[in-house]
Structure formats: C-alpha cells, structure tokens
C-alpha cells in the first residue's frame, strides 16, 4: 500500500499549478533559463548522435536537461574506466531514457530515486557525493513517489511549484530522520536539475527543503543562461556558514535561503503541529541572520552585471525582510 498522506496538510484536487502569479512568482520567472535548457540539452543530445542515424530532436524540458547531463557525467565517466557496456548504455538509451523512471507531478514530470550510501559517488567533480542515473538505477517505491508529489503539490500552493518543476525535476531521497534531526541537503553543479536530500517523511518539510536546493539550481542557470561570472575577490561574512565566503557562494546563501523563509512563513499559516511549530522555529533561526546581510547584500548584487538577475535577487531578499516584518507585527 502507498503512503497514508490524507491526514496531512494538502492542496486542493484541483489545483495544478502555481497560485496566481505575485511578486515572488514573477522574480522566478526567468526566459533566459528555458532557452539555456533547450540549446544545452540539444548538444549533449548532439554529443551522443551518429550522424548516420536519424537525429533526436528533444523537447529541452526541465527533466530532458537534467537526464541529459546525467547521461553526459556518466558517458564521460564510463569512458574513463574503460567500461564499454556501460558507455554504450548510455549511448542507446539517450534518445529515449527509462520510461519507467518517470511519474507525473502537479507540474510535469519527475523522477524519484532512493540511492543507496553505497551507490553514491565521489570524484573531482563535486564536493559533495552524487547519484547518475544507469543501467543499475532503481526505481523508487511508492511511499516515496507520493511523498515527492504531495511536496510538488504544497510547494505549488505557497507559489513554488513552478520553480520545482523546472529546477528539481530529479530527486534523490536518501536517509529517512525523525522530525526534530537535522536534514542535509545539497545540489552538484554538474547536475542541473537534480537536488540530493534526507527527508523526514513530511511532505511540508520536504518541500520547503526542495525549494531551497531548487533555488540553488536556479541561480546557477540562471548566471549560465546570461554568461555572467562572479571572479571577483570580494569576500563576505555569511552568517549561516559563520565565515567569510567569496561573493558566488554568499549569494546564493542570500537567495536560497530567503526562499524557503518566505514558503515557512506561508506553510506555517496553513499547516498544524507539529510541522507548524517546526516552520515557525526556521523561520525564526533564519530571520536574525538574514537581516544580517542587509548590507553586505546590496554591495555583493552588484558583481552581477545583468540588472534582471540582481534586481530578482534584492526582490526576494527584500520579500522575506517583508515576512520577518509580518510576523513580528502580528497578532499573538
């Protein structure tokens, strides 16, 4: 049997996208981004085609642009260990991946994996450990499917649905924790599109956990799809890592977790206890250090040379200043 999720906090049947679109929506909205993930997409796909055999044209999805790169990292990675059977797995298996990876969100659709510790890798490319999709990739069970759709659907209630479906259509689910551990979470450059994160069974907290990874995929896109590069040698004081950080790094602490302050902020008036409680704890560890960067905020955005990225990282900045504001003004 799936998962009894009908005793926690849902969205209307009907709902199937995004609430109408408000200030924090429309600052999601980036054109730019649909089009990298299009013309990237097509030249990975370009990369694995004969030119002999009829050309598959992908449709540059958020799921075809995060497959793609996965079949890419682990192309390049079968090569280098000299493992034929694999590379040419992915070679065949490009134009038309594993159908049965895949199941429909609200808003489009997803795959969801339950890698193992041990089927985790670890190599130059990233920091953290990481999961490519294979030949030996599992399919997730049906507890955590609904569990990754209920997320889909709570995320598109508060407005984040959108930015879901488009940044964090590959999830993997790792270690299930009770409510009051903490939850790692973390996302790979190499693998747009793919969010790797312990999860306490919640589908609130996965979501606001999403929409954080989500975020940073987001940025990262979005810097790709304008060609700007932060090179410069500033360094700033981040309070959530407590250290000075170079001016790509504080920013996207300064964006990603002002995102998920605003859906705790909305999820929390819509929620119960316990997960009600756990929000309004986030939010209030998180408010004390946002309002720390106020500053230093303004000057870094500045390295930003495309005015429609800054301007989108000062509204959401400036939007989750406005909930600290709400809260505090609030009746008790």
């Not at 429909?104 to 190599?123: C, E, F, K, W, Y």
């Amino acid at each position: 049997m799936g998962r009894d999720i009908t005793a926690r906090p849902t969205t209307d049947p009907k709902m199937k996208k995004d609430q109408p679109m408000d200030q924090m929506t429309s600052a999601l909205e980036f054109e730019p981004i649909a089009a990298v993930h299009r013309a990237r997409t097509q030249s990975i796909h370009a990369i694995f085609t004969d030119t002999t055999e009829p050309v598959h044209e992908p449709t540059g999805s958020p799921l075809d642009y995060a497959i793609g790169h996965h079949f890419l990292e682990g192309a390049e990675r079968a090569a280098r260990q000299r493992d034929h059977d694999t590379f040419t797995w992915y070679r065949h298996h490009i134009a038309e991946p594993m159908q049965h990876w895949t199941t429909l969100a609200s808003l489009g659709p997803v795959i969801t994996l339950p890698p193992r510790p041990a089927d985790l890798l670890s190599s130059p490319i990233a920091d953290s450990p990481y999961y490519l999709l294979g030949p030996n990739t599992r399919q997730a069970s049906s507890n955590a499917v609904e569990l990754v759709s209920a997320a889909f659907d709570i995320a598109a209630t508060h407005g984040f649905g959108s930015l879901l479906a488009r940044h964090a259509p590959i999830i993997c689910l790792l270690t299930q924790r009770d409510l009051t551990s903490p939850l790692n979470s973390w996302t790979i450059t190499r693998l747009p599109g793919t969010v790797f994160l312990d999860h306490a069974d919640d589908p609130t907290l996965l979501a606001r956990d999403l929409i954080h990874e989500a975020g940073h995929n987001w940025l990262n896109d979005a810097l790709t799809a304008t060609k700007v590069t932060l090179t410069d040698t500033n360094t700033y004081y981040s309070p959530w890592k407590d250290s000075q950080r170079p001016t790509f790094g504080y920013l996207h602490s300064c964006w990603a977790f002002p995102l998920t302050m605003i859906f705790a902020a909305r999820a929390a008036d819509t929620t119960t206890d316990p997960i009600r409680t756990i929000l309004n704890a986030y939010f209030a560890q998180h408010q004390e250090r946002l309002a720390a960067t106020n500053t230093d905020h303004s000057t870094a955005t500045t390295a930003i040379t495309n005015r429609d990225i800054r301007e989108r990282l000062l509204t959401i900045h400036q939007l989750a200043q406005g909930q600290t504001t709400a809260k505090l003004t609030s009746p008790k």
